[in-house]
């Protein structure tokens, strides 16, 4: 008896399992009890099956998939799978992106899933660019992509500004290019920019064409128009920071318009504020307070344009970076009264990145022997390009000073002052042809070593 069920035994398992063996489901080291077999004629425990074998899914996520999805027939699957790893996407990466998307093993691959790949293909998406690209929204493989693509590139986007939209809102490709993405692009026009600004603008923040345009870019514009006044001001706004355009202007900016105003700052200047950097207007109401706060015990006029470029300055950074930066200046021997001194005479010399204050700082300090005190009374000096404009000028003066042309009486701080034209007029093509190095100089082909002589500050 026991020799006859191991004669049987074996037949079940070959009889069951071998429909499913052909299909590249199972392999033969590793059979299972006959309980955890499939049964060929359950539609849904093919699907999972090969979902767990195939698509490399557990089974709690081949179960869920399999809510989604009924595999009767394995061949398109697998032809959707080969096509996938063809493209460069591994194991894994489509383990994830069936599991999102079961139905993209069902797909059209004449019609949608092969000419769409090849259309993201053509635009430099491939292996992981398109595995990460794809798990943002896989229903672009299904969607009507050419359309898609067409339609920006009819309204001025270059191939490399759509394929940075498509990385960053894939979910684009699946809205109706006539009735959502058109209107919008429409409307964008009737307020002044040009398709080529729209392209720019939108590849940068795409998501703004997912925005109701009768529910919030509408709004807002309104609202914008009221607030500043005129169009054209409405587009210089935009401009500055398209992403006013998505925003809740009521709750997000009033609270913080009506602070200013409370603290006596005269509507011209708000509008200066939206047209300077709206962006530092967008800070939570309880930061942006105490921003005002500290500007006015500086002891700025709210009636001054320094006041405004105050707030903006402290309003597009966080406090750390502030205190970092606070902290770079103190490195060199300035006072708080110093910094504060330096910040009331320029305020924008605090958007200085950190690592630029360090740079200019020690380069006048160490190369050139300025007292620190000297550039927080000069502190437009720590705008000014440490590559482009102070060392070739330093470069110049150096060559002069050692031709003897220069006196010794010369104000360096003047000469970094000078405009470009005036600089090139007085000290370059003034000596240049007696010294003909002085244009190489001037164009930071000579090194500076440093002045043969003290010069004044």
């Given at each position: 008896m026991f020799r006859l069920i191991c004669i049987k035994l074996p037949q079940q398992l070959r009889r069951r399992a071998s429909p499913i063996c052909h299909g590249?489901?199972?392999?033969?080291?590793?059979?299972?009890?006959?309980?955890?077999?499939p049964n060929i004629t359950d539609p849904k425990s093919l699907t999972v099956s090969f979902l767990r074998n195939s698509c490399g899914l557990s089974l709690e996520l081949a179960a869920s998939a399999s809510k989604k999805l009924?595999?009767?027939?394995?061949?398109?699957?697998?032809?959707?799978?080969?096509?996938?790893?063809?493209?460069?996407?591994?194991?894994?990466?489509?383990?994830?992106?069936?599991?999102?998307?079961?139905?993209?093993?069902?797909?059209?691959?004449?019609?949608?899933?092969?000419?769409?790949?090849?259309?993201?293909?053509?635009?430099?998406?491939?292996?992981?660019?398109?595995a990460k690209m794809l798990s943002k929204d896989p229903r672009v493989l299904q969607s009507d992509a050419y359309t898609v693509v067409e339609f920006f590139r009819a309204h001025g986007f270059s191939d490399e500004q759509i394929s940075t939209l498509t990385m960053k809102r894939p979910t684009l490709y699946v809205l109706n290019t006539q009735k959502i993405?058109?209107?919008k692009f429409e409307f964008f026009k009737s307020l002044g920019f040009s398709y080529l600004e729209i392209a720019k603008l939108l590849s940068a923040e795409p998501y703004i064409l997912e925005r109701s345009l009768e529910n919030q870019l509408i709004p807002c514009v309104q609202e914008l128009r009221r607030i500043l006044g005129t169009d054209e001001n409405v587009l210089k706004a935009l401009k500055a920071c398209f992403s006013l355009i998505e925003?809740?202007?009521?709750?997000?900016?009033?609270?913080?318009?009506?602070?200013?105003?409370?603290?006596?700052?005269?509507?011209?200047?708000?509008?200066?504020?939206?047209?300077?950097?709206?962006?530092?207007?967008?800070?939570?109401?309880?930061?942006?307070?105490?921003?005002?706060?500290?500007?006015?015990?500086?002891?700025?006029?709210?009636?001054?344009?320094?006041?405004?470029?105050?707030?903006?300055?402290?309003?597009?950074?966080?406090?750390?970076?502030?205190?970092?930066?606070?902290?770079?200046?103190?490195?060199?021997?300035?006072?708080?009264?110093?910094?504060?001194?330096?910040?009331?005479?320029?305020?924008?010399?605090?958007?200085?990145?950190e690592k630029k204050i360090m740079k200019v700082m020690g380069f006048f300090v160490n190369n050139l022997k300025m007292k620190p005190s000297m550039i927080s009374k000069n502190p437009n000096l720590l705008l000014l390009s440490l590559e482009k404009r102070i060392i070739p000028r330093c470069s110049v003066l150096q060559l002069l000073m050692s031709k003897g042309l220069i006196e010794e009486d010369t104000s360096i701080l003047h000469t970094f002052k000078m405009t470009e034209k005036t600089f090139v007029e007085k000290l370059v093509e003034k000596y240049q042809n007696e010294v003909p190095d002085?244009?190489?100089?001037?164009?930071?082909?000579?090194?500076?070593?440093?002045?043969?002589?003290?010069?004044?500050?």
């Open positions: 590249y489901l199972f392999s033969t080291s590793s059979l299972r009890p006959i309980s955890e077999l009924n595999i009767e027939n394995i061949e398109n699957p697998n032809f959707v799978l080969d096509l996938l790893r063809t493209h460069g996407l591994t194991q894994n990466q489509i383990g994830h992106l069936i599991s999102s998307r079961p139905l993209l093993l069902s797909a059209d691959l004449g019609k949608t899933l092969r000419p769409n790949i090849e259309l993201f293909k053509s635009l430099g998406f491939s292996g992981a660019s398109l993405l058109k209107p925003i809740n202007v009521e709750r997000v900016l009033q609270a913080n318009i009506s602070i200013l105003l409370s603290h006596g700052v005269p509507n011209s200047l708000v509008v200066k504020i939206f047209l300077i950097q709206p962006r530092s207007l967008l800070v939570r109401t309880y930061r942006f307070s105490k921003i005002v706060n500290e500007v006015m015990k500086l002891g700025f006029d709210p009636n001054n344009l320094l006041f405004v470029l105050a707030i903006r300055s402290m309003a597009v950074m966080s406090e750390a970076l502030w205190e970092k930066k606070v902290e770079a200046l103190r490195s060199f021997g300035l006072s708080k009264d110093e910094i504060d001194s330096a910040f009331k005479q320029q305020p924008m010399c605090m958007i200085t990145s002085v244009i190489r100089a001037h164009q930071g082909k000579i090194e500076f070593q440093g002045f043969p002589i003290d010069l004044r500050f």
